[in-house]
């Protein structure tokens, strides 16, 4: 068994390389090159490539440029490292997950990859050891923070060893029209100045055109190939619901839907963070906060429990989960409107990775508009800036309007065509239209006249007007004297809300930045009222009728195997939690969920049989491989034991 410091699980890994490993090929210039294929079933036990990556490393490896998109859980990984182990040297990744890097060296250790990173969390020591074995040419994979290529050391160091590619990962943070720029990319185009001869491939999951052309720009990758996949991610299912009461409605979508699932909840602010954790705590849920503003500790602490334990439900800012690859990630939940679609489909795109069914649900309602619009109305910034933000804004408040497929809507964003899914809410319960011309005339009216008498209001005294509501308020500003009052008696307080939500997205009406909240005509109200404009709305289903799910059935992991295989997957699963404990690695380094499954449905009875089995390499079987033989002969691994240990884990 090759001793990896990470099997041992103790100790800074990133300071010790690991002793031996299963790939060859990567010595130095004069060994003839391995295969990219067998590089994939030695390594990582997998059958065959998917989608592009052959192409993709094909190009790599005969030393081209390439620029990947590709969405979360598309496999882009591959894309560097299978070429970093059949090219002479080291593959140089850079990447701005400092806090996943540690992760990541353990999870291509567990597979015999020998990897190391350098980041300013390591101490010179642990420094020192990663630069000699880079030196020594012991590295397969190096991961390097951007802003350590400002330090003329890193370059240096560089400069003495062999760099086999250099691999730009997140490259959507090169960009300023994106949602996650970070200015150390910015120079990450001195990486073809310094080395023109080294193959560099850019990834991202992010895949608007604006987006695409600035990273192709700025990392000069003139002469790069140019791989974009599918952005379909179809065992997401995307919903869109009106905010009611938010919180309510979250604890039903994780009761009804997914008791025991590990998923992630967005909220905007990190007070909103951490009471939604303590409300999901109070209801009996393992949630954990997650912040900027928490102490780094209890950062650390909080991502690895929701890594490495079963069914943790974090509760998170969008500061968590870039380059989380857990890969069962069962829902993703927004509890308050993104501000882009890029980052909504990013933030989404982390559920699901294995494949297997799993929920995006967004709760959207009127005051997320009004309270977006305001943001953008006194952010800082000039107006070209204000002008991105509400570009951004708008893409997202027409995703939620829509009365056509989600998934359409979303792929069209990304420059794809696609037919309607049947797999997201407007597909499964399709929303009536109605012609709201009249009704916005009304209330826009009502804004008239009181605009009149030097007076704005927000949505609640409107709607009270329009109903023909005798309120105190009404009473005393004398509103019954209005022309309109009572004009709208014929809808419900909701969906007059629900047309002033929709007016607001439409930018037929605006938020008034001087007071908070009211309401005020925009540039394009005085079309509705002329009659010059027709006002398309959705009507918004009712609570209750938002409950699409289970058409495809249950997502526990043992949901869809044999009745007589569920018992071995159990058991594989215990031994699984012990396996991962013993080394300190997540669940899903030592195998993932569907790498057991296989493994329970075909009951290998030998090493040979079990190395065919697609996610058991070399590394793996060697390592694992008796005691996962011995997990699913029953007499030696009794249920009780097992389920003890998985209880424990
Ligand atoms: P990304 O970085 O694009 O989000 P990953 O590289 O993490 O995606 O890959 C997603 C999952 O798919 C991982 O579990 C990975 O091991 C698996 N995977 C990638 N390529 C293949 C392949 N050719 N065959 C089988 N599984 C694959
Ligand atoms: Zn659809």
Redesign the pocket.
């Known amino acids: 068994m090759p001793a990896t410091a990470a099997a041992s699980g103790a100790g800074p890994m990133s300071a010790t390389v690991p002793a031996s490993v299963v790939v060859g090929g990567t010595t130095g210039d004069d060994g003839p090159r391995p295969h990219p294929l067998d590089v994939?079933h030695r390594v990582?036990g997998?059958?065959?490539?998917?989608g592009e990556?052959a192409q993709i490393i094909e190009t790599v490896v005969g030393g081209g440029d390439a620029l990947v998109l590709?969405?979360?859980?598309?496999?882009?990984?591959?894309?560097y490292q299978v070429p970093a182990l059949v090219r002479p040297g080291t593959g140089v990744v850079v990447s701005p997950l400092i806090a996943l890097m540690q992760d990541q060296v353990d999870a291509l250790s567990a597979l015999g990859v020998r990897a190391g990173f350098l980041n300013s969390t390591q101490d010179p020591a642990q420094r020192r050891a990663v630069e000699q074995a880079y030196l020594a040419g012991e590295l397969d994979l190096l991961y390097l923070a951007p802003e350590r290529l400002r330090v003329r050391e890193t370059v240096e160091l560089l400069d003495r060893g062999t760099v086999a590619l250099f691999a730009i990962d997140e490259a959507h943070c090169v960009s300023q029209w994106g949602h996650d720029f970070r200015p150390d990319y910015l120079q990450l185009s001195m990486l073809h100045e310094r080395w023109p001869d080294v193959p560099r491939i850019a990834?991202t999951?992010t895949a608007t055109e604006a987006t695409h052309r600035e990273i192709a720009e700025r990392l000069q990758l003139g002469d790069a190939r140019h791989f974009v996949a599918s952005f379909d991610r179809p065992n997401i299912q995307y919903r869109i619901a009106p905010k009611d009461n938010p919180r309510n409605q979250l604890l039903t979508l994780l009761r009804e839907e997914h008791p025991g699932d590990a998923g992630i909840v967005y909220c905007l602010s990190r007070s909103s963070v951490e009471q939604t954790a303590e409300f999901l705590a109070g209801q009996g849920i393992t949630a954990l906060p997650y912040h900027a503003g928490l102490d780094r500790n209890v950062r650390a602490r909080n991502q690895a429990r929701f890594l490495r334990e079963d069914g943790v439900v974090m509760v998170a800012t969008i500061a968590f989960g870039m380059g989380i690859?857990k890969?069962d990630v069962r829902f993703v939940a927004h509890l308050d409107l993104p501000k882009s679609v890029e980052g909504y489909y990013q933030e989404t795109?982390r559920a699901g990775?294995?494949g297997l069914p799993s929920t995006a649900w967004l709760a959207y309602g009127l005051a997320d508009v009004v309270q977006q619009r305001r943001l953008i109305d006194t952010s800082e910034g000039d107006a070209a800036h204000r002008r991105r933000l509400t570009q951004h804004l708008d893409a997202m408040l027409a995703l939620c309007e829509t009365v056509t497929c989600r998934r359409v809507q979303l792929l069209g964003y990304f420059g794809q065509a696609s037919e309607p899914c049947g797999n997201c809410d407007t597909c499964l319960i399709p929303p009536d239209a109605w012609d709201g011309t009249v009704a916005a005339q009304k209330l826009l009216s009502t804004i008239v006249r009181l605009d009149q008498r030097g007076q704005r209001y927000g949505v609640g005294h409107l709607v009270d007007i329009l109903r023909g509501k005798q309120t105190p308020r009404v009473q005393q500003l004398g509103h019954a004297s209005l022309s309109t009052f009572g004009l709208g008696a014929d809808l419900s307080d909701g969906e007059w809300r629900g047309v002033v939500r929709q007016l607001l997205a439409a930018e037929l009406l605006e938020v008034d930045t001087e007071g908070y909240g009211t309401l005020r005509l925009s540039p394009g109200s005085a079309d509705v009222l002329r009659g010059e404009r027709t006002v398309p709305l959705r009507r918004d289903p009712t609570a209750g009728s938002g409950r699409t799910r289970r058409a495809r059935g249950s997502s526990t992991p043992a949901a869809d195997l044999a009745p007589g295989d569920v018992g071995a997957f159990e058991r594989l699963r215990a031994w699984r939690a012990a396996a991962a404990r013993e080394q300190g690695v997540p669940a899903y380094v030592v195998f993932?969920d569907a790498t057991l499954r296989e493994i329970a449905s075909r009951m290998p009875g030998s090493l040979d049989e079990l190395g065919t089995v697609?996610?058991v390499g070399a590394t793996k079987l060697e390592r694992y491989g008796p005691g996962v033989l011995a997990a699913l002969d029953e007499s030696t691994a009794p249920v009780g034991a097992a389920a003890q240990a998985e209880q424990t884990d």
Request: with cysteine; aromatic share 10%; glycine share 18%.
């Open positions: 994939l990582w997998y059958d065959q490539f998917r990556q590709m969405p979360t859980g598309g496999g882009k990984s591959l894309c990834l999951a690859d890969p795109g990775r294995d993932h697609s996610g």
